[in-house]
């Protein structure tokens, strides 16, 4: 299917989609732009990925779209989505979580645990919400992670890195078949 807004869809199309989703396959639902992101992901396994794209491209949009069409296709999948902080975990994510409803058919929509800043679908994947600086980055530690997803990486506090990276989520992938790192980010100049 080429790139449409799943706003625009007729009937037929969403049918079409959903049968796609239910499946995990999400890039019809991608633009050129995010399709990108979604390749990387997918051609690489145990790796330190980087996407670069311009302001409002719909970095977040894609990779939390990507996020829950890994998570409906992997069942028991964990995946990590981190933000600079807490409030941008809660503005930025539910209200695309909540523009996903209108995209994923209701029989694989996840279960929303704001309180928890959780994801819960139905076969055990789970999406955890977490930010990386230092007030807030201990509730990153678990037991087991399949992919970290780090959106706008460069507006992270840099000097928390190394301990949010080495010593909390590493430990937790390697024991994991996907044990990925993706990075997104804004090029400084856009
Ligand atoms: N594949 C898509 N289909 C429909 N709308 C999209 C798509 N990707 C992004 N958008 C829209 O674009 C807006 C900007 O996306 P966002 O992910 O916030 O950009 P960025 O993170 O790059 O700044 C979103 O709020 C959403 O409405
Ligand atoms: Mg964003």
Redesign the pocket.
């Known amino acids: 299917m080429a790139w449409k807004s799943f706003k625009q869809f007729t009937p037929e199309e969403k049918a079409k989609s959903d049968e796609l989703v239910r499946r995990g396959h999400v890039r019809h639902l991608l633009t050129p732009k995010q399709r990108e992101l979604l390749d990387l992901v997918t051609s690489t396994k145990r790796a330190k990925l980087a996407y670069y794209a311009s302001r409002r491209s719909g970095?977040?949009?894609g990779s939390l779209l990507i996020a829950y069409g890994l998570c409906i296709r992997y069942p028991r999948l964990t995946l990590k989505f981190i933000l600079d902080s807490q409030v941008q975990a809660r503005d930025?994510i539910w209200p695309i979580a909540r523009d996903l409803q209108d995209v994923i058919p209701p029989d694989c929509l996840p279960v929303i645990k704001k309180a928890d800043m959780e994801i819960h679908f139905s076969n055990g994947s789970i999406i955890k919400l977490g930010s990386s600086n230092k007030e807030h980055c201990d509730k990153l530690r678990g037991t087991k992670c399949d992919i970290v997803l780090v959106?706008?990486c460069s507006f992270h506090d840099a000097g928390n890195w190394e301990h949010v990276i080495y010593s909390l989520l590493m430990p937790q992938m390697l024991h994991s078949d996907f044990g990925q790192f993706i990075f997104t980010t804004t090029p400084s100049t856009s």
Do not use: A
Request: net charge negative; proline share 0%; charged share 50%.
């Open positions: 970095k977040t949009w930025v959106d706008e």
